[in-house]
Antibody
Framework: EVQLVESGGGLVQPGGSLRLSCAASGFTFSSCSMNWVRQAPGKGLEWVSYISSGSSTIYYAGSVKGRFTISRDNAKNSLYLQMNSLRDEDTAVYYC??????????????WGQGTTVTVSS | DIQMTQSPSSLSASVGDRVTITCRASQSISSYLSWYQQKPGKAPKLLIYAASSLQSGVPSRFSGSGSGTDFTLTISSLQPEDFAAYYCQQSYSALLTFGGGTKVEIK
């Protein structure tokens, strides 16, 4: 079964750090580009970051650039999001999502269940 | 960044109704547009990619159209399981952006 499972969410104080993980199974992870997408409580979807299959290309949303770092370990079939200098507005459910094999034009076709990050004092 | 504007933000409809949701991009995005469905407490699900291609396993009552800046998602005959939120998303720019969402509610 094709699956993505996020972990690492939790409660953190403003200014703190957290590292999210996304474990992939059921497909050739090393061939797929990946995204992180978040959703604040009661709000819409917000793209956070993209990483290509070999980690050579990385992009960030302006709201997280300089604070968040995306990475991956293809040997471990895992995707990561290191989040530093967290702010109240980073509170959200964070999803990892697979870019369809044919490319970004084809959407994000597999999503994890999400992990909740709460930034609060 | 490319801005994606969806309308309406919410709508009420009955089972069997034809429903149309629109999405407008702030600049031309060719056909680099996807549509997602999200139910409460669940992850989004890809419905349409490349503006008009139906994702595998998605019922044929869903269809997408448009290119350039104006796009539509149509549900030809609304079913009980279709009550959800719908989002458009552009992938023309490397900095991906989503529309604000449309919540489809039961009338």
């Amino acid at each position: 079964e094709v699956q993505l499972v996020e972990s690492g969410g939790g409660l953190v104080q403003p200014g703190g750090s957290l590292r999210l993980s996304c474990a992939a199974s059921g497909f050739t992870f090393s061939s797929c580009s990946m995204n992180w997408v978040r959703q604040a409580p009661g709000k819409g979807l917000e793209w956070v970051s993209y990483i290509s299959s070999g980690s050579s290309t990385i992009y960030y949303a302006g709201s997280v650039k300089g604070r968040f770092t995306i990475s991956r370990d293809n040997a471990k079939n895992s995707l990561y999001l290191q989040m530093n200098s967290l702010r109240d507005e980073d509170t959200a459910v964070y999803y990892c999502a697979r870019v369809a094999a044919a490319g970004t034009r084809y959407g994000m076709d597999v999503w994890g269940q999400g992990t909740t990050v709460t930034v609060s004092s | 960044d490319i801005q994606m504007t969806q309308s309406p933000s919410s709508l009420s409809a009955s089972v069997g109704d034809r429903v149309t949701i629109t999405c407008r991009a702030s600049q031309s995005i060719s056909s680099y547009l996807s549509w997602y469905q999200q139910k409460p407490g669940k992850a989004p699900k890809l419905l349409i990619y490349a503006a008009s291609s139906l994702q595998s396993g998605v019922p044929s009552r869903f269809s997408g159209s448009g290119s350039g800046t104006d796009f539509t998602l149509t549900i030809s005959s609304l079913q009980p399981e279709d009550f959800a939120a719908y989002y458009c998303q552009q992938s023309y720019s490397a900095l991906l952006t989503f529309g604000g969402g449309t919540k489809v509610e039961i009338k």
